[in-house]
């Protein structure tokens, strides 16, 4: 029974896992509005796009950047590499009221490109 339920959360772990796409040097942005189109910018990029965030926090050596719209909330996580600007590493979409929401949608409602 123990190998059934340690099974099952193996692969339910593993269906629930996501894998950022890692953007690669000198690669311009997707026309489409996926994760990887926001993974590898940078805040100055964000603000090209997004406006002025809602939130801007530090904490230690990384940053989180919020935007906001009517419909959704959009964290951007950066953090530095080496010599490098701060980079998106890491995004998160949802509702006001905190529920998940599609990335696609959130970053279409907060009017970019």
Do not use: W
Not at 47 to 61: H, K, N, W, Y
Not at 102 to 109: G, W
């Amino acid at each position: 029974m123990r190998r059934i339920l340690a099974a099952s959360l193996s692969l339910l772990a593993v269906a629930c896992a996501t894998s950022p796409r890692v953007a690669q040097p000198g690669e311009t942005p997707a026309s489409s509005h996926t994760r990887g189109d926001i993974i590898g910018r940078t805040a100055e990029d964000l603000v090209a796009r997004f406006g002025t965030p809602a939130l801007q926090i530090r904490e230690g050596s990384s940053l989180k950047l919020q935007f906001r719209s009517a419909g959704c909330v959009l964290d951007a996580y950066l953090y530095p590499s080496g010599n490098a600007p701060y980079r998106v590493t890491y995004v998160d979409a949802r509702t006001p009221a905190l529920a998940d929401m599609d990335q696609a949608l959130c970053v279409e409602s907060l009017g970019g490109p």
